[in-house]
């Protein structure tokens, strides 16, 4: 079931979605803008995706627990646990609300760029599925590190 759309598009596997964008700004300010709610509210989510968030505790066994807002009104509550974390390297997040997936995102120093990797990791082949026809998940991974692009560069 892999599939490549189109540059900088999501890859899909039978469990997981992965993406990689090498992003025009130093590894350091990337991971800043993971870790830091006046940085992420900022960026995080699909297009025309506003957040607030209540508690971002970036340590392991921490809590992330944010609302996003989506363009319609309608809210999303999330809530994340991080599994890991190497500073500037990478970071594991379990989003233990629905739908249950972990997120691994990988941080690579590219001179005065970063690598940027992120896969999420779904529990069956047909939650995947799910997720991406009802949230369009594989979209919206694209649409949420264009943002986090969109923010750094501005």
Excluded: C
């Amino acid at each position: 079931m892999p599939q490549k759309k189109e540059s900088n598009a999501p890859v899909v596997s039978s469990k997981g979605i992965s993406s990689s964008r090498l992003i025009n700004a130093p590894v350091e300010l990337v991971w800043k803008a993971w870790r830091e709610p006046g940085h992420i509210k900022n960026w995080w989510g699909p297009e025309g995706f506003t957040n607030t968030i209540s508690k971002m505790e970036v340590k392991e066994g921490g809590e992330w627990i944010f609302i996003m807002h989506g363009p319609d009104g309608t809210d999303y509550k999330n809530k994340h646990i991080y599994k890991e974390i190497i500073p500037n390297k990478k970071l594991v997040l379990e989003h233990v609300s629905a739908p249950h997936f972990v997120m691994t995102v990988m941080f690579e120093a590219k001179g005065e760029q970063t690598l940027l990797h992120i896969h999420s990791g779904f529990e069956s082949e047909e939650q995947l599925k799910q997720v991406i026809k009802v949230f369009k998940a594989d979209e919206g991974l694209k649409q949420n590190i264009d943002r986090l692009e969109n923010y750094l560069l501005n």
